[in-house]
């Protein structure tokens, strides 16, 4: 078990910072990245507010250190869960057990999927119980529920996730069907991260494979994000590109210790996925880990609902919009492979077509994001064509 991932002891190889910005990086890893907002002036002498976890807990076995890191917080009187109907068991009653063991009031809500009916209903929750914290446990729609349902409401979020499969552990941003936008929406950051790989490592291993296609995703979304900037001059942050980078190399480079029921692969997921969280909180968007990609998994998903996993998606987006950035896309398709994720329309269990009709309509998923796809407009034709030279579609 370990607080601070093993991910952030290569911060000597990141680009010069700004004094104050290597003063807030330093503050925030060495004092257990405790919650702070601070104002900073950044390289555009744009205005930054950063809002970052103040407690993240890795390992076997943490489950047991959640009802200390709430009081370690202050939140000991009461608490509403938001889980599932199968994570309720997994990992939920046991989360309400030790919290109530420790003499607070828990409550728990039950979803089944992000919509936002769901997030409506647990804010009328709140608004009735009035707890101090909401606790998202469950995988990605729990925790995407619980974030923005909370932060609509003023209340504090702590995230317990039980997949690795996608940067929404840890990202301030979270995905809700019904809010007319396809895509994600800015949030709050988890005041508070426990991972346990011992929960997690159950799942299957899809979802943590999925995780793979989040993070190489990051390749492209951070040359979207440069793009942008020197197009558009758009705010770019140096750190948060790098940070996300980071996070794309280190499971590029250790693809093949992530396998089922690997826990050394598990936790190196799980650390780069949080720091990708990191870095959206850094930048204030979540342009460092969401481009071109993400759009085509957007668009996919409109196409072809019942497709893949959103990680699944993003990495087979990954390689083709590598692809157009000539960038070693094989490379990029060779980790996927080797970590067991899709890097086809058939493995992604979708129809050719529908891969071609995503890429054709990414670009019009969320118009005021710059991306590569604005400058190379695909057709038909050539959305087909992109699509058969990386072997997506045969």
Not at 2 to 11: A, E, G, H, L, R
Not at 163 to 180: E, Q, W
Not at 298 to 320: A, F, K, R, W, Y
């Amino acid at each position: 078990m370990y607080i601070i991932s093993d991910v952030f002891k290569n911060i000597s190889k990141l680009p010069p910072l700004l004094p104050i910005l290597y003063f807030l990086l330093v503050r925030t890893l060495k004092l257990n990245m405790e919650l702070f907002i601070i104002s900073v002036i950044a390289l555009t002498m744009q205005l930054h507010r950063m809002q970052l976890p103040r407690e993240v807990v890795v390992g076997n076995e943490t489950l047991p250190l959640l009802s200390e890191i709430c009081k370690k917080l202050g939140f000991c009187e009461s608490a509403l869960v938001v889980t599932g109907p199968d994570t309720q068991s997994i990992a939920g009653r046991r989360v309400i057990d030790l919290l109530s063991d420790k003499g607070m009031d828990v409550d728990v809500f039950v979803v089944k999927s992000s919509t936002l009916w769901e997030v409506r209903a647990v804010e009328e929750k709140i608004k009735d119980l009035k707890p101090q914290v909401v606790l998202g446990v469950g995988g990605g729609t729990k925790i995407d529920v619980a974030k923005l349902s909370s932060t609509r409401q003023g209340i504090a979020f702590i995230s317990v996730p039980t997949t690795a499969s996608h940067d929404g552990i840890a990202s301030p941003v979270a995905a809700i069907k019904g809010l007319k936008k396809p895509y994600s929406v800015m949030a709050q950051s988890p005041m508070a991260i426990v991972a346990d790989t011992d929960i997690i490592i159950r799942s299957d291993y899809r979802f943590t494979a999925s995780g793979c296609g989040d993070l190489v995703s990051k390749f492209t979304s951070v040359r979207d994000w440069e793009l942008a900037y020197k197009v558009k001059n758009e705010y770019y942050g140096e750190y948060a590109a790098s940070l996300a980078l980071m996070s794309a190399r280190l499971v590029t480079k250790n693809a093949d210790v992530i396998k089922p029921g690997a826990e050394e692969g598990l936790r190196l997921v799980l650390e780069a996925l949080i720091s990708c969280g990191v870095a959206m909180s850094i930048a204030g968007s979540s342009k460092p880990c969401s481009g071109s990609e993400h759009l085509f998994s957007h668009s996919l998903d409109l196409v072809e609902p019942n497709g893949g996993l959103h990680g699944e998606q993003c990495g087979v987006g990954t390689i083709m919009i590598a692809y157009l950035y000539d960038i070693d896309w094989k490379g990029i398709k060779d980790t996927l492979q080797r970590a067991g994720a899709p890097t086809t329309a058939e493995e992604l269990g979708v129809e050719p077509e529908s891969i071609v009709k995503a890429l054709v309509q990414a670009c019009t998923i969320r118009p005021e994001r710059y991306t590569i796809l604005n400058t190379k407009k695909l057709d038909y034709a050539s959305a087909k064509k992109l699509a058969k030279v990386t072997s997506v579609i045969s």
